[in-house]
């Protein structure tokens, strides 16, 4: 199958520049890209911070505060 698209120049400069991070040809990495959205990976309507697994933990214990010195030097 063949694709012709229209594509403005704002986003031609990024296509080009992600290529180049990716070490991809423009229309390698547009495929790439393409399959990514199509699959849901990078899709998400979820912010970086709220992906991270980490993020999961934040807030989720409770301590208190205490001085930095009862901590290392206990």
């Known amino acids: 199958m063949t694709l012709t698209l229209e594509i403005q120049p704002e986003m031609a400069r990024r296509l080009k520049r992600t290529a180049r991070q990716r070490g991809l040809a423009t229309d390698q990495c ?27 933990m934040a807030g989720v214990d409770d301590f208190e505060p205490v001085s930095i010195d009862e901590v290392i030097y206990r």
Do not use: F, N, V, Y
């Open 30 to 56: 547009a495929i790439s890209l393409l399959e990514e959205g199509l699959s849901g990976r990078q899709g998400s309507s979820k912010t970086p911070l709220e992906d991270d697994p980490l993020m999961e």
